[in-house]
């Protein structure tokens, strides 16, 4: 059993001639408008007018922008200006510092035991050795067991940049 796929889904009919529906009631609606106008106006602003609004149902009708009609393009234009925007950041967080104590001539036993607090806490931010009995060490990486096997590897680099561990493998 065979089944016509429909095709061109995308492009509109064409019924008045070469203008498809949406483009002849845009610039029908126009030229109603113009013939309408010319009973009310005189004819120099008539002119102008009706110069006006046949350009602008012209344009509506035949324009497109980026491959939309150029109706859509203003509707999200106006709507775009008319709705109120959010404007979203993240609030910068600021350092906060201790208040400044008063010198004291005699050391507490209470800013001993802070100085020893930011001491220890100074060595955890910047030392690179692990500090006893709080951190086990690692054990061998890779590099150290593949150095110590009895292949060779070789660190290779490649055009991209990136580096690989490869089996050197001699041909001779």
């Known amino acids: 059993m065979q089944f016509q796929v429909p095709q061109f889904i995308e492009t509109e009919d064409r019924i008045v001639g070469p203008l498809t529906l949406k483009q002849f009631l845009y610039v029908a609606a126009g030229g109603a408008l113009c013939f309408a106008l010319f009973f009310f106006l005189q004819t120099v ?93 690692i054990g061998p990486s890779i590099l150290d067991q593949v150095k110590s096997s009895k292949e060779r590897f070789e660190m290779m680099r490649k055009i991209t940049g990136e580096r690989e561990m490869a089996r050197r493998i001699d041909y001779r």
């Open 45 to 137: 602003p008539w002119i102008l007018l009706a110069f006006i609004i046949m350009s602008a149902s012209v344009a509506m009708a035949f324009i497109q922008v980026n491959g939309r009609p150029l109706a859509v393009t203003l509707s999200a234009a106006l709507v775009y200006y008319w709705q109120p925007r959010f404007y979203i950041w993240q609030k910068e967080e600021k350092e906060q510092k201790l208040p400044d104590m008063p010198a004291q001539h005699a050391p507490s036993p209470l800013a001993s035991a802070k100085s020893l607090i930011e001491n220890l806490r100074e060595q955890l931010n910047t030392s690179k050795n692990p500090l006893p009995q709080r951190e086990k060490k």
